[in-house]
Nanobody
Framework: VQLQASGGGLVQAGGSLRLSCAAS????????MNWYRQAPGKQRELVAG???????AYADSAKGRFTITRDNVKNAVYLQINSLKPEDTAVYYC?????????????????????????WGQGTQVTVSS
């Protein structure tokens, strides 16, 4: 399974960005999808998460400005960030919990064997200038 994140960039304070992350591979289903961020010199923190059923949760710092959504057909998760602040500057990572299908077993024996795994995207840089 591979995750491809995009959408970061340099933006002025008050601007907006939409981050995208698409998963590909032998995916049977995707459970939780999350966005984390890591600012220079700080620990990685959870920003927002969304369940397979569409329930969302946000860090206090993200409430009101960040919106997480997902497209289950495209196996993608998005993060809309409005009213950007310099303190939002960080590398943003997507993280997904995937039920991975054993394709070889399914093709050879017709047996559905799933393994639940956690995957991370490569990160996309968001820089907010004041």
């Amino acid at each position: 399974v591979q995750l491809q994140a995009s959408g970061g960039g340099l933006v002025q304070a008050g601007g907006s960005l939409r981050l995208s992350c698409a998963a590909s591979g032998c995916i049977f289903s995707i459970n939780a999808m999350n966005w984390y961020r890591q600012a220079p010199g700080k620990q990685r923190e959870l920003v927002a998460g969304i369940t397979s059923g569409g329930n969302t949760a946000y860090a206090d710092s993200a409430k009101g400005r960040f919106t997480i959504t997902r497209d289950n057909v495209k196996n993608a998760v998005y993060l809309q960030i409005n009213s950007l602040k310099p303190e939002d500057t960080a590398v943003y990572y997507c993280n997904v919990e995937v039920d991975v299908l054993n394709l070889a077993l399914a093709q050879a024996e017709g047996i559905i064997e799933l393994t639940r795994k956690d995957y991370w995207g490569q990160g996309t840089q968001v820089t907010v200038s004041s």
